[in-house]
């Protein structure tokens, strides 16, 4: 099992930046990929970015492209995600998620994935 804790959200003024962190712990029985979803009021989850086990693949949602970076640190167990130019827009809560499987499913069946945190809130406001 693993579990996952997300930390760094809060408010933020448009065109701002916000990192938010994830922490995994537990024993996984396998590596895994990690990434990043969000949901915002009234509005189906969205994917925002994931990143494999070593880093070579990384893939982000379309309204996230050239803002938002997600990076992994393997030795800490932790992926982050830098959030520039923030919009209005990109309030919601933020969710992270872990699974063996990387990439695909992580746009076309998000359900599937074996692990997520509790979510941490970003809000984006002036």
């Known amino acids: 099992q693993v579990q996952l804790k997300e930390s760094g959200g809060g408010l933020a003024q448009p065109g701002g930046s916000l990192r938010l962190s994830c922490a995994a712990s537990?024993?996984?029985?396998?590596?895994?990929?990690m990434g990043w979803f969000r949901q915002a009021p009234g509005k189906e989850r969205e994917f925002v970015a994931v990143?494999?086990?070593?880093?070579?693949?990384?893939y982000y949602g379309d309204s996230v492209k050239g803002r938002f970076t997600i990076s992994r640190d393997n030795t800490k167990n932790t992926v982050l995600l830098e959030m520039n130019s923030l919009k209005v827009e990109d309030t919601a809560v933020y969710y992270c998620a872990a699974d063996p499987a990387c990439c695909g499913t992580w746009i076309t069946e998000p359900s599937s994935l074996n692990f997520w945190g509790q979510g941490t809130q970003v809000t984006v406001s002036s």
């Open positions: 990143i494999s086990w070593t880093s070579l693949s990384i």
């Open positions: 537990g024993r996984p029985s396998s590596n895994y990929a």
